[in-house]
């Protein structure tokens, strides 16, 4: 599966962005998905994540109620609605596929993932 992420920029804090993420190449409802993010010299780390069920959601706390991530089937998109915007939210964000575990499992660690988007830049000031 080929993944596309776009929707980042460059926004004040305590505003809002929306990323999306299209899928192509394979069936969209065979994977789950989810965003990790990288800031300059840190680890990638898991943002948010929903299963193929679209049952199963989890969130790192940082995000946790400014953050909201869903699916969209019929368009093969995942999406990112991010408000609320911190300057620690400043990041290079990445949306990942993978097809393992049960139609509800999600995954926190990146090496489970197989597939990966290009990653969109998001940028907040202060």
């Known amino acids: 599966v080929q993944l596309q992420a776009s929707g980042g920029g460059l926004v004040q804090a305590g505003g809002s962005l929306r990323l999306s993420c299209a899928a192509s190449?394979?069936?969209?409802?065979?994977?789950?998905m989810s965003w990790f993010r990288q800031a300059p010299g840190k680890e990638r780390e898991f943002v948010s994540g929903i299963s193929r069920s679209g049952g199963t959601i989890y969130y790192t706390d940082s995000v946790k109620g400014r953050f909201t991530i869903s699916r969209d089937n019929a368009k093969n998109t995942v999406y990112l609605q991010m408000k609320s915007l911190k300057p620690e939210d400043t990041a290079v964000y990445y949306c990942a596929a993978n097809d393992r575990g049960t139609y509800n499992s999600v995954y926190r660690n990146q090496y489970e993932y197989d597939y990966w988007g290009q990653g969109t830049q998001v940028t907040v000031s202060s």
């Open positions: 190449g394979r069936t969209f409802t065979n994977y789950g």
